[in-house]
């Protein structure tokens, strides 16, 4: 279990980021603030095994002295200051950029895990994100949605993802990553009770699902390059020894996006609740072809 105050300080970071989707400064500063809170959650919900918090909390120490994470002056609690927060969400969410549904549902759980750090400036803060995407058009879907349920969707954001790291196999690539945390944020939403703002976001999700899999044929085309597969197909981020057996240092995680914390909190939950056991075992065996930086 890591302890409180890397809870608050992923929030603090996430509110202070002001990420745009530009990949600018503060859109690292944002991956970052949401890289704290995931190792949080993953911890919290029991998803890794205990003997991973010595090297994750290694990695994520290399921050805490960072500006970005430092604490926020006090203030009173203003739980009245969500409404505000949710109705501008609820225009924003239609977006296909995923990281406007990411950290403002990663937002959302810490504030509905701790009310008390529902304040007017992280409040602002997380309002500078939504308002920062563009809603988009969202397609339309030719069938109702089927109502929500956690192994369904787990299933489908697994299988999604199978197919899109699939079409990109042999490029260091996000794509396929984000469907894992894109898909994880609308679950969030719906256990937090936001399940409107969710249904907002899946349609958007649907197609970004379905572009991907189009691979460099489709839209999502941008790569840094292309990489040799890893030797194992065997990883698993709910165990410990993928953790214990990282040889880059703290520095070189802090330079980077954590986006190794970001994509094993979304694939450890997801698997949880997964009721597709052979689609689950594939989605294993692709996990090694996710970007890490």
Not at 133 to 143: I, M, Q
Request: hydrophobic share 45%; glycine share 8%.
């Amino acid at each position: 279990m890591l302890p409180e105050h890397y809870l608050t300080a992923g929030l603090d970071a996430l509110a202070r980021s002001h990420p745009t989707p530009d990949a600018g400064k503060g859109f690292g500063d944002g991956h970052r603030g949401a890289a704290m809170l995931s190792a949080w959650f993953m911890f919290e919900d029991g998803l890794i095994d205990a003997r991973a918090e010595a090297p994750i909390r290694k990695l994520a120490d290399h921050w805490l002295g960072w500006p970005l994470f430092a604490p926020m002056p006090p203030e009173p609690a203003a739980p009245h200051e969500l409404d505000r927060l949710l109705a501008a969400l609820s225009r924003s969410m239609v977006t296909y950029q995923s990281h406007g549904v990411i950290f403002p549902s990663l937002a959302l759980r810490a504030f509905k895990q701790r009310p008390d750090l529902i304040t007017p400036s992280r409040i602002a803060g997380i309002l500078r994100i939504a308002e920062a995407y563009t809603p988009t058009e969202p397609p339309a879907e030719p069938l109702p949605p089927p109502p929500y349920a956690a192994g369904p969707f787990a299933d489908e954001v697994l299988a999604g993802f199978v197919v899109s790291a699939t079409a990109y196999r042999g490029f260091f690539q996000g794509y396929s990553g984000h469907i894992l945390t894109h898909g994880q944020a609308i679950h969030d939403l719906h256990a937090c009770g936001h399940g409107n703002l969710a249904r907002k976001a899946e349609p958007a999700f649907r197609a970004y699902i379905a572009d991907c899999a189009l691979g460099l044929k489709g839209p999502n085309n941008v790569l840094n390059f292309a990489v040799a597969e890893s030797p194992t197909k065997s990883i698993r981020p709910d165990h410990a020894d993928l953790w214990l057996s990282l040889t880059w240092s703290g520095a070189d995680f802090a330079k980077g996006l954590g986006h190794i914390l970001k994509y094993a909190y979304a694939f450890t939950s997801l698997s949880r609740h997964a009721t597709d056991a052979a689609g689950l075992a594939r989605a294993r065996e692709m996990y090694f072809v996710t970007a890490w930086g």
